[in-house]
C-alpha cells in the first residue's frame, strides 16, 4: 500500500477470494505454521471470511471468503 513501512517485508501480495471455506481455511493454516498471522481468520462485518498472514518468505496472503449464492 503506498506509504506504507515495510519492513523486512517485500511489496509482493496474493489476494484469493472464493467461496470454499474449509479449502480455503486449509490454505490459510497451512501458510501460518512457519509464517506470521497479520489478520485472523474471522467473519468480517461485511458478511465474507477474512484474514491475512505473511508467509515465511515476506509474502503477504489475503484471504476473503464469501458464501455460495
Do not use: H
Not at 515476506?58 to 455460495?68: L, R
Amino acid at each position: 500500500m503506498p506509504g506504507e513501512d515495510l519492513g523486512d517485508r517485500t511489496r509482493i501480495r496474493i489476494a484469493i477470494v472464493g467461496v470454499d471455506l474449509e479449502g480455503l481455511s486449509v490454505c490459510f493454516d497451512a501458510l501460518t505454521k512457519d509464517g506470521q498471522v497479520v489478520a485472523p481468520l474471522q467473519k468480517q462485518m461485511w458478511g465474507d471470511t477474512y484474514g491475512e498472514v505473511v508467509d515465511q518468505y515476506g509474502i503477504s496472503w489475503m484471504f476473503n471468503i464469501g458464501t455460495p449464492a
